[in-house]
């Protein structure tokens, strides 16, 4: 039960794309992610995902829609709802996410993580 920076953990790295575990509860995990530029479209068939922005902005887009979201906002991605985050400068989210969770959903490439890190 020890307590979490954000900041700090934050400052332990640079990578795009490459979420890193933070904390657990209750088959769900914490992360920290900080990415800049187009991500990938995709879905997750069984999975909700929550992104927090703690520095920056990004725009989620949609396939009908784009939603900017700005420093302590928040946004719930359904299951199953395609979508594709896109920072247009770094930006460092937090995802809250069941454990199962692959970062690229439906789609397997370069910038899946098969492994995560735990910082």
């Not at 920076?5 to 914490?30: C, S, T, W, Y």
């Amino acid at each position: 039960m020890d307590k979490v920076n954000l900041i700090e953990k934050l400052a332990r790295f640079d990578d795009h794309f490459r979420p890193k575990v933070i904390a657990e509860l209750n088959g769900q995990m914490v992360k920290l992610v900080k990415f800049q530029g187009p991500f990938v479209w995709h879905h997750h068939d069984a999975e909700d995902e929550l992104f927090l922005v703690l520095a920056g902005r990004f725009c989620m887009e949609f396939r009908d829609r784009m939603v900017w979201l700005e420093e302590g906002e928040m946004l719930v991605v359904p299951r199953g709802v395609e979508h594709r985050p896109y920072a247009p400068e770094e930006v460092a989210v937090l995802l809250f996410e069941p454990a199962a969770t692959l970062n690229t959903g439906n789609l397997r490439d370069e910038r899946t993580v098969e492994e995560l890190e735990r910082i």
